[in-house]
């Protein structure tokens, strides 16, 4: 089904009674070309363009729960490309500018907002790191403006500037920065993919992997045996315990992240906030609450709720910085499972078993890499080849000395 102007007008009239179910929901076949583990939106997004852009005829997407139950439903929504080191930047600007025209490439809603992203500092050499990071921004070809206490107080009159601890004397803003409606991205994706004949197959676990002699020709699942071609796990928080079967340990800790979100408000926030001198972010959904969040919980998990003492810290970064937020009326929180890998960068790559493949550890930020991540795992999967924006995020990295630490905190994957 195509999407336009007069189909809204006509189902209005009649009811909506013509529209139809946006995926099918088949069988699983014997035997596939490429599995993708995992129906998040990295999943999705690789099966979408290996279907588009490589050609690819027989696809399946194998994914325990429902579409859109994992961390691309459960994400504060924040986009951007705002980072320092190569092997990072021109992927994540990649990822934007996939963004940018998303929505009329699987012609369907996604929200995408690009309404700013500012990072707050507090102090000198702050300053001078951000306008380290701006200009590396600038060289790779995004877009990054300095903005100095005046210039933030234009945008936010309202955040505590006189904080005796945390004075804000600036930003780093990336106007194209944003957000985007999380389950909206991956309806829009399993419907791209669909319509390209990829079966999404719900309520189907992988349990096991068959390999023999190096090779992994398909998989065990909770509707029985597939063979495929090859094999490519997605599957983001759940990384280490599924790899685990293909008898592999990764440099990966699963941790969970909590989201919260306030009752509707008048607009305030102009875009997305951030904290420099602890984590908190913070923007405004269309609806008016008020989505927040900041570190993850510090002890190793596959738990999709957290603990008090992170909701307390959120809630003091919070109020550091927007002291107004303590007047608002929390609504709901919840958390996601994050795969926090020991530098703070993702993989997607082969691995030493012929036919299968991984791509995870996306820690805070996977779901702004969400169409890159498609794209250049699609790339890997056709090609058999790293796409060149994707080439630093090998699996070896670390035995060869090529870690990507953005935040120079090295293996403490719980401060990444
Ligand atoms: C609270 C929170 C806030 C976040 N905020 C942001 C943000 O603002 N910006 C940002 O860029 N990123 C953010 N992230 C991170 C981002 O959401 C994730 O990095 C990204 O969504 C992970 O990729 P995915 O969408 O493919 O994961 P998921 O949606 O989790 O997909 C993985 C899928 O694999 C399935 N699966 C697991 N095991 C199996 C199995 N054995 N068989 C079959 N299927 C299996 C799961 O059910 C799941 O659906 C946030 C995450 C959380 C939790």
């Not at 025209?101 to 907002?113: G, K």
């Not at 926030?269 to 570190?295: E, M, N, R, W």
């Amino acid at each position: 089904m195509r999407y336009s102007g007069f189909k809204v007008i006509k189902e209005a009239l009649s009811g909506h009674k013509g529209w139809k179910p946006v995926w099918r929901e088949p069988e699983p076949k014997k035997h596939y070309d490429i599995i993708i583990v995992g129906g998040g939106g990295h999943g999705l997004a690789t099966a979408y363009y290996l279907a588009k852009e490589f050609g690819e005829k027989n696809i399946a997407v194998l994914e325990k729960g429902w579409i859109g139950s994992g961390n691309i439903g459960r994400n504060t929504t924040i986009i951007r490309s705002n980072y320092m080191l190569p092997g990072n930047e021109p992927f994540y600007e990649q990822s934007l500018k996939l963004w940018e025209n998303l929505e009329q490439d699987f012609n369907y809603n996604a929200m995408v907002s690009q309404r700013s992203i500012l990072n707050l500092f507090h102090n000198d050499p702050q300053r001078d790191a951000f306008v380290r990071r701006g200009n590396a921004m600038m060289l790779a070809g995004a877009d990054a403006v300095l903005l100095d206490e005046q210039g933030i107080r234009d945008l936010c009159p309202y955040l505590d500037y006189d904080n005796a601890r945390f004075p804000i004397k600036g930003g780093l803003m990336q106007p194209r920065g944003g957000t985007v409606r999380h389950d909206a991205v991956a309806w829009g994706y399993a419907r791209g993919a669909d319509q390209r004949g990829v079966d999404i197959i719900q309520n189907c676990e992988v349990t096991g992997f068959d390999i023999n002699d190096g090779i992994c020709s398909g998989v065990e699942t909770s509707k029985g045996k597939i063979s495929a071609n090859k094999v490519a796990v997605c599957v983001a928080g759940s990384s280490g315990r599924v790899m685990s079967m293909a008898g592999m340990r990764l440099p990966i800790e699963s941790h969970v992240l909590q989201a919260f979100v306030t009752e509707g408000l008048k607009p305030v926030l102009p875009g997305v906030i951030t904290f420099g001198a602890g984590h908190f972010y913070c923007s405004q959904s269309d609806k008016g609450g008020l989505v927040f969040g900041g570190d993850i919980d510090g002890y190793n998990t596959y738990a999709q709720r957290g603990n008090l003492p992170v909701v307390e810290d959120v809630c003091e970064g919070g109020m550091a910085i927007m002291p107004m937020i303590g007047r608002s009326r929390l609504l709901r929180s919840w958390g996601g499972i994050m795969d926090m890998s020991m530098d703070g960068s993702p993989f997607i790559d082969k691995t030493h078993i012929d036919g299968l493949y991984f791509n995870g550890g996306w820690c805070y930020g996977g779901f702004k890499a969400t169409p890159a991540s498609g794209w250049c795992y699609a790339h890997l999967l056709a090609k058999d080849e790293p796409h060149p924006n994707a080439s630093a995020y090998r699996l070896d990295r670390f035995l060869k000395g090529g870690m990507i630490d953005e935040k120079g905190m090295g293996a403490q994957p719980n401060l990444h």
